[in-house]
């Protein structure tokens, strides 16, 4: 197998065995201005989906099925974002945001997560078909950014003292995304039911202090290896451990046999309400917005 790159697009495992603590440490470039060519956001809305993309690459690399699927998913009411989805399937990576721009024109250039979500929540989906289970928490979109709501949904529904750091930055029109997870789970291995949890152990204070003093600068820093920004956090540790890396990539899902499947299960009065003036039915994929053309008569 030839060896991952640790510098952009790849997220890699990590273990600090004699603190109990494991984690994950991610870097996108190309991947996200994949994701966003497309769609011609403001940058505050691009900085938004690089980073939640980046928390997405995060959390979908704890799934231990290759088959099973993380979709992250914002809720809101009265926000300037109305929706916002994210998904990870075997390190591909895709997602999009609905925003009302004339909004966000009036606030500053950082909007608060506030600002942007309105009364919002943060629904995080972990669904493993292979072994049937499907498991959703939901949090409130509260704090600086989507790290500290990722953050809370630990210590709320997983009740896992958690570190999340996300960042994102655009250099010369390309952008370079970021992101820290460190959990404690002194209980065992990860995905193991813990019996009861300790969140004053003594131990994660002091890895939460040194993974928490990571800087936006190095988490974006695109020549700065994932490996060595671990060592340069934990190099006082016993033992640090990096465990498998994963390349991310953006992909779609979308398949135009599939578009036409559903539009075939349309009744035809409401089919001959979608062509257009071209004679076509034009159905657009909204995470990579490509347009897919359907002859009408191919459906009957
Ligand atoms: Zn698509």
Redesign the pocket.
Known sequence: MPAVQLNSDVVLGVAIPSRNARGRIARLGEVVDQVLANHGYPPEIEKLLAEALTLTALLGSLLKEPQGQLTLQAQTKGGIVDLMVCDYLGGAL?GYVRHDPERLAGVGAEPTLKQLFGEGYLAITFDQPVANERYQGIVPLEGKNLGDAAQSYFAQSEQIPSLVRLAAEKNDGHWVAGGLLLQHLPEGEEGRERLHTRLDHPDWPHIAILGGSVKAGELTDADLPLDDLIWRLFHEEEEVRTLDAAALTRG???DPDYVRSVIARFPADEREAMVGDDGMIRVD??????SFAIQPNELT
């Open positions: 895709r779609c899902r979308c994929c909204a995470f990579c917005s490509s």
